[in-house]
């Protein structure tokens, strides 16, 4: 028993002491504090709190980011509020002197949200609907530096005030403080943008609210408080409440800055070392200097050459641009960027920004200066007449194309010998890299295997059947499926697409496309279509299921690689073995057998991307064909396709020539 005594005090003290720390805190500056920040941020590396800007209309919050319990525990039957203290530094710099607003408050509030607040004479806490009303629940300490409240205009105003739930003050006066021994009061400009020291003390047992401010110069507290009054908190404030600042702006606008804080509950709030805290940053004043009238005149005069020669630019530039040659398709087509924001925006072409290289020539990443928005700019090899074919090509396919699954053509620009297509930039880069050469060892799962290739299906079956024309791509593969921040696909490269009419069969003539995705009847007759399409999709879509290239060797073809394993009856061995088996297996061979089926030889046996999507969804079965293992003579055909396109000098979309090494090529 002897020892229990010692130990209860000992949990005693230590119960207060934690208590104690809760209870207060002073921050010299901001930076790593975890405050509650809306609107409001801290400047780097400064520490300086800025509530506002100088934009118009702005609100802004910091509150401590735990609640305070408000009521003294001690008197069970009747708690009172407890008392309270805060020491804080701000500035108040207005737009131009004289002319800001609308000014900030301390506020004891039961959160850290208001919901609908209003800028301007609402300071952020309140709105018209619900000022003045007791459910709020808020004390507030405003520093104002605008009147006007239910007045006609707004004048200026320079005044502390302390509110009870709403923007009326049940106490105010101008902004002053009196220095020791002096009768006199100094007036004190709250928005000079120097900083000012203010102290809120709320005697709990007598229910006095002492308000005190002070120039930074002085670092001390005045003897005389500027604002005394007899306020009863405990019907406003709640048990739990949290402490803060809010300010806002109007269509008079100031920055507002906390440069440091102190907070207690139930005794003096920590002494603010100053020479700690930052210093507010200087904003360029609009009306700073007042210019004399010769300043005037030079202002003037330089005005008017500067819109002289504005006008002068644009004329010239109208007139070079009217008397450029257009083309029919540079006419119709999207936005045209000039080459000089396209050379800022990827530094140059600079290599450092480079993100893929091929015979189309070379894409690099960009940003445009004046919106921040990233780009990807492909800079085509204009070293035939078949480059400017292949740019206008994709101009013309992509410009009117909308869909989520295609990638965004933002616009174009022509100049001498550079063509550029600019499109929107896609992070996760191209299918083909996830695959085969993924950074960090990273591997797609078969969750987003089967949403790429829902999407790569959406996009083909808006392309064939959805717009307004049949615009057949004759390169689909994986190098030209881009995968965006959301592993969603965009269909890409519009270098080789056709377009034509619903009601007409495609006039579309040249083996085109590159080596394992080019369907048999394009060899024999040259006459590219939707089929096509659907064969190289069916390529990708083996592709992605087993994580092996269409040709790896002249002894090994996926197709008729998957076929062996379809006709032996074990198709899942076919599976990407780094999927781990982690995989639907009703999903795994229905894709396979999705694939093999989209790459019939016999062009008609093949599905249309409209069944393919149905069946990728669920909604349809595969259907049986007849014919469909037909390895051998399949196997024979890919061998011969082979031999008789490495005879002869078909374009590739990928790198010239078509040729197996386009394969590895990708984008």
């Known amino acids: 028993m002897a020892m229990a005594a010692p130990l209860a005090l000992l949990s005693v003290f230590l119960l207060l002491a934690a208590h104690s720390v809760q209870s207060s805190f002073p921050y010299h500056g901001f930076n790593d504090t975890g405050l509650d920040l809306e609107g409001a941020f801290v400047l780097k590396p400064s520490g300086a709190l800025r509530l506002t800007n100088r934009s118009h209309n702005v609100i802004g919050h910091a509150f401590y980011p735990s609640s305070f319990q408000m009521f003294d525990q001690s008197s069970d039957s009747f708690p009172n509020v407890s008392s309270f203290s805060t020491t804080f530094v701000f500035a108040i710099d207005p737009s131009s002197p004289g002319q800001g607003g609308y000014g900030l408050a301390f506020a004891i509030a039961p959160s850290t949200q208001f919901a609908g607040a209003d800028s301007g004479h609402f300071l952020g806490l309140f709105d018209s609907s619900n000022n003045g009303n007791t459910s709020n629940h808020i004390f507030a300490v405003e520093f104002d530096t605008v009147n006007g409240h239910d007045e006609e205009r707004n004048t200026k105003g320079n005044h502390i005030g302390i509110n009870i739930n709403g923007i009326s003050s049940v106490a105010s006066k101008p902004a002053s403080y009196s220095d020791y021994g002096e009768a006199h009061e100094h007036d004190l400009q709250m928005d000079s943008g120097d900083p000012i020291i203010a102290w809120i003390e709320y005697d709990g047992p007598n229910r006095m609210v002492n308000v005190t401010i002070a120039p930074w110069k002085l670092k001390r507290k005045p003897t005389k408080s500027l604002l005394s009054r007899r306020i009863e908190l405990k019907p406003v ?29 139930n005794g003096p709030a920590p002494p603010l070392n100053y020479s700690l805290l930052p210093n507010p940053p200087k904003e360029q004043d609009s009306l700073s200097s007042p210019p004399n009238s010769h300043f005037k005149v030079f202002i003037a005069v330089i005005s008017v050459v500067a819109i002289l020669g504005i006008l002068f630019l644009a004329f010239w530039y109208r007139k070079t641009w009217q008397t450029e040659r257009l083309e029919d398709w540079e006419r119709d087509c999207p936005h045209r960027f000039h080459y000089g924001d396209l050379y800022t925006a990827t530094k140059g072409f600079k290599s450092s920004e480079l993100i893929g290289i091929g015979g189309f020539g070379s894409v690099y990443k960009g940003q445009i200066h004046s919106t921040g928005i990233e780009i990807a700019v492909k800079r085509v090899r204009r070293n035939s007449g078949q480059g400017m074919k292949e740019f206008a090509a994709e101009i013309e396919s992509l410009g009117r194309l909308r869909h989520k699954n295609l990638v965004n053509l933002q616009g174009w620009c022509k100049k001498k010998n550079d063509l550029l297509i600019v499109y929107d930039y896609i992070p996760n880069g191209s299918l083909y890299s996830l695959l085969y050469h993924p950074k960090n060892n990273y591997i797609l799962n078969w969750k987003q295997r089967f949403n790429i290739l829902k999407g790569i299906a959406a996009g083909l079956l808006y392309l064939h059947e959805e ?62 279509s939707k089929n096509t399409d659907v064969f190289g999709y069916g390529v990708l879509l083996l592709e992605v299921a087993c994580g092996r290239k269409p040709l790896e060797s002249e002894q090994f073809i996926l197709v008729d690689w998957v076929m062996e394993q379809y006709e032996s009856g074990e198709i899942l061995k076919a599976a990407d073995p780094k999927l781990n088996s982690v995989y639907e297996d009703e999903e795994m061979k229905m894709v396979l057998q999705l694939g093999l089926l989209c790459t019939h030889q016999i062009a008609e046996a093949r599905p249309t991307m409209t069944q393919v999507t149905r069946i990728l969804h669920g909604d349809d079965q595969i259907p049986a064909v007849d014919g469909w293992a037909c390895s051998k003579s399949y196997s024979k055909f890919n061998s011969r396709m082979t031999e008789v396109i490495s005879a002869t000098s078909y374009r590739s979309s990928s790198i010239g020539d078509i040729s197996s090494s386009s394969i590895d090529a990708g984008r």
Do not use: C
Request: hydrophobic content about 40%; proline content about 3%; aromatic content about 10%.
């Open 467 to 528: 717009w307004e024309q049949v615009v057949i791509h004759r390169d689909v593969k994986p190098s030209n499926v881009l995968i965006d921040a959301d592993m969603n696909p965009r269909l890409s490269d519009f270098g080789l697409a056709r377009q034509y009419d619903h009601d007409e069969a495609s006039h579309t003539t040249g083996v085109v496309g590159t080596i394992g995705y080019i369907a048999p009847e394009l060899v024999r007759t040259g006459k590219a």
């Open 237 to 265: 404030l709640k048990e739990k409440m949290f402490v803060g600042f809010s300010a806002s702006t109007g269509d008079k606008t100031s920055s507002h800055y906390i440069l440091g804080w102190s907070f207690a509950m």
